[in-house]
């Protein structure tokens, strides 16, 4: 398994040449960019030029991870290539939000043939229910099969997402790339955030959008349990996310995101399925427990026996706002916790896909999450 990191500046181009010895059929090249390089033909033909067999698998993201640094305004790439591992690639458009289910599956079909290892996603974060997604593309694959990946971001700004379709960045799509044969990989999201007030049940909601809770409409509990911090809303939705139990007696609570609010139905939509008969709290986070949980994500992701690894970090667009300019320390503390020699890339997500107290495969809000990869050669 032979690795190389890359980043790219408009005004500047790539750091260094396009390693093209290493496009083969067992090449997978990842790369995350802002979303504007949706419209930057050049690099994209680059990218063709040099890689003309390997499955290229992109997004766009608001800020990149490369390393122990989070930057902006740059493209990063990472070019590996396998020796016994086989790569397969497919692509599915998302023809409407409520057919996200139907679009997972067919994805997972496409790819279940090759007796897949591991399946990496990314999907467009507008236009995709994740949780429907995951699940759709799960029930496609064969049991065992591992999925890790993340939807699409585009920060603060809501406009466009997309995802890489045939060498061109097109909205309404999820792809994939699957690794069959000697991979190890390890995953894992850690959030960070902590559930305090009182537990509330969801007693009426329609897939992620919660219209009651306790019987009463959602919206008036909510603010009602922030206080005089509901003024702020919603913009300060972000802040405090749900706490999700679906079984009393289940292990950590699933974040959702409140992604908005409606005052006319009193509801909330969340970035992410709130179960109807799930008991849900407030939950909140300081900067030093969402740094730690980046760490504590590393720590358990990674191979016990210290072997370098490809680390794919996908941490919530809703932290890097969270964390201003210490966005930088959740990626370093990440890196940190690697073994020696490791190489790290990723992006900021509206969904981290990553195993979870409930399912081996699951949608994430507000967590970092890591998927380590490496070939085993013997």
């Not at 397969?88 to 409407?96: L, M, R």
């Not at 593309?137 to 997402?161: E, F, H, K, S, Y």
């Not at 305090?196 to 007693?203: L, N, Q």
Request: hydrophobic content about 45%; glycine content about 10%; aromatic content about 4%.
């Amino acid at each position: 398994m032979e690795t190389r990191l890359l980043t790219h500046r408009p005004e500047a181009g790539w750091s260094s040449p396009l390693p093209a010895g290493l496009d083969s059929a067992r090449t997978l090249v990842a790369a995350f960019a802002p979303t504007a390089y949706a419209e930057r033909d050049d690099f994209w033909a680059s990218l063709a030029a040099a890689f003309p067999r390997s499955h290229v698998l992109s997004c766009s993201s608001v800020g990149a991870i490369a390393g122990e640094h989070v930057v902006d305004d740059t493209a990063v790439a990472v070019v590996v290539r396998f020796e016994r591992v086989e790569v397969t690639s497919a692509a599915v458009p998302i023809q409407a939000l409520e057919m996200s289910r139907r679009a997972g599956q067919k994805l997972g079909r496409a790819l279940a043939d090759g007796d897949p290892h591991t399946v990496i996603v990314v999907a467009d974060g507008m236009h995709a229910q994740g949780s429907e997604l995951v699940q759709g593309i799960a029930g496609a694959l064969p049991a065992g099969t591992r999925i890790v990946g993340g939807m699409a971001g585009d920060g603060a700004a809501c406009q466009r997402t997309w995802t890489l379709v045939d060498g061109v960045p097109r909205s309404g799509w999820v792809t994939a790339v699957a690794l069959s044969g000697p991979v190890e990989v390890g995953a894992a999201a850690r959030g960070g955030w902590r559930a305090f007030g009182t537990a509330r049940r969801v007693s009426r909601a329609e897939g992620n959008v919660v219209l009651e809770l306790d019987g009463r409409p959602a919206l008036a509990v909510y603010a009602e349990q922030l206080g005089d911090l509901a003024r702020g809303l919603p913009a300060a939705a972000e802040r405090f996310p749900l706490a999700v139990r679906v079984d009393a007696n289940e292990g950590a609570e699933l974040m959702r995101t409140v992604q908005a609010i409606d005052t006319d139905a009193q509801s909330l939509t969340c970035a992410g399925d709130v179960p109807q008969g799930a008991l849900v709290r407030l939950a909140r986070a300081g900067h030093e427990q969402l740094i730690d949980s980046a760490e504590r994500a590393a720590i358990a992701a990674k191979p016990r026996d210290g072997a370098p690894v490809l680390a794919l970090a996908i941490s919530c667009a809703s932290r890097r706002e969270a964390l201003g300019d210490l966005c930088d320390d959740e990626a370093a503390v990440a890196h940190a916790a690697l073994p020696p020699g490791s190489t790290q890339l990723g992006f900021y997500a509206y969904g981290e896909i990553a195993p979870s107290a409930r399912a081996a495969c699951d949608l994430h809000n507000q967590a970092f999450s890591l998927v380590t990869l490496r070939e085993l050669l013997s």
